[in-house]
């Protein structure tokens, strides 16, 4: 199982401790990652190649999850296109943050979280349903 996270690009440095945080949890439940801005840089011309690339990564992960503390088009595009490829699709946010109306109406599974360690307890059980309904869906 492989999971693209999808998270803003400019806030990227400042959210680092939730993203590996949300990676430490995945790695727990041997779900591996990808993280698209941190594998792919594109010039503000390249938007067709960046948008291509995101749907070829898409296509190659199981479930997206959308850490939408820092509100971002793109992730709510990425989210968009999971969804409507049958993807889980995990939203989350700091409580702090402003809500996304957009992922979060398209979500399968909502993480509002005040802190890193509870952001990883959530994201653990939420994970866990996901692999069950997963391996249910296989059998």
């Excluded at 939730?18 to 439940?29: D, G, H, V």
């Excluded at 938007?47 to 850490?67: P, T």
Aim: aromatic share 8%; proline share 1%; hydrophobic share 40%.
């Amino acid at each position: 199982m492989k999971a693209y996270i999808s998270i803003s690009y400019n806030k990227r440095q400042e959210l680092n401790d939730e993203l590996q945080s949300i990676i430490q949890a995945l790695k727990e439940l041997h779900i591996k990652q990808f993280v698209f801005v941190d594998n792919f840089k594109f010039s503000s011309d390249q938007e067709k190649e960046m948008m291509q690339q995101a749907i070829v990564s898409i296509d190659d992960c199981d479930l997206l999850i959308a850490e939408t503390s820092d509100k971002g088009i793109g992730i709510g595009v990425e989210a968009g296109y999971a969804k409507a490829k049958g993807k889980p699709v995990i939203y989350m946010r700091n409580r702090n943050a402003e809500h996304s109306t957009t992922v979060a109406g398209i979500s399968d599974f909502q993480i509002i979280y005040d802190d890193i360690k509870n952001l990883r307890e959530q994201l653990t059980v939420v994970l866990s349903r996901v692999i069950n309904f997963q391996n249910k869906e296989v059998e």
